[in-house]
């Protein structure tokens, strides 16, 4: 996902730079010479796609849920650690 990411935002600027026939590899290959708006739209597009599967509900799962109790059993264990070696 990453690399195709990647390479379709490098067509997009190389055509955004004069070099129309780079939208010749890109998935634009059907629309018959896209305006510079057009192509500024399509990159904020692909721009915004998620490369790594995590949502925003994952994330917050993450930070209010299951980093709380971590921290805590963190601290358990350091405890238990200094505690052992007095």
């Known amino acids: 996902m990453r690399f195709e990411k990647a390479q379709e935002l490098n067509f997009i600027n ?3 730079s004069g070099n129309t026939r780079a939208l010749e590899s890109s ?3 059907g629309e018959d010479h896209p305006s510079k708006m ?8 692909i721009t915004a796609i ?3 599967p995590f949502t925003d509900r994952i994330r ?7 980093l709380p109790p971590m921290t805590w059993v963190i601290a358990a264990l350091i405890e238990i650690v200094i505690e052992g070696a007095i």
């Open 14 to 16: 190389a055509a955004l």
């Open 27 to 29: 998935l634009l290959i």
């Open 38 to 45: 057009d192509l500024l739209m399509y990159r904020d597009r």
């Open 50 to 52: 998620k490369e790594w």
């Open 60 to 66: 917050a799962l993450v930070l209010f849920v299951i």
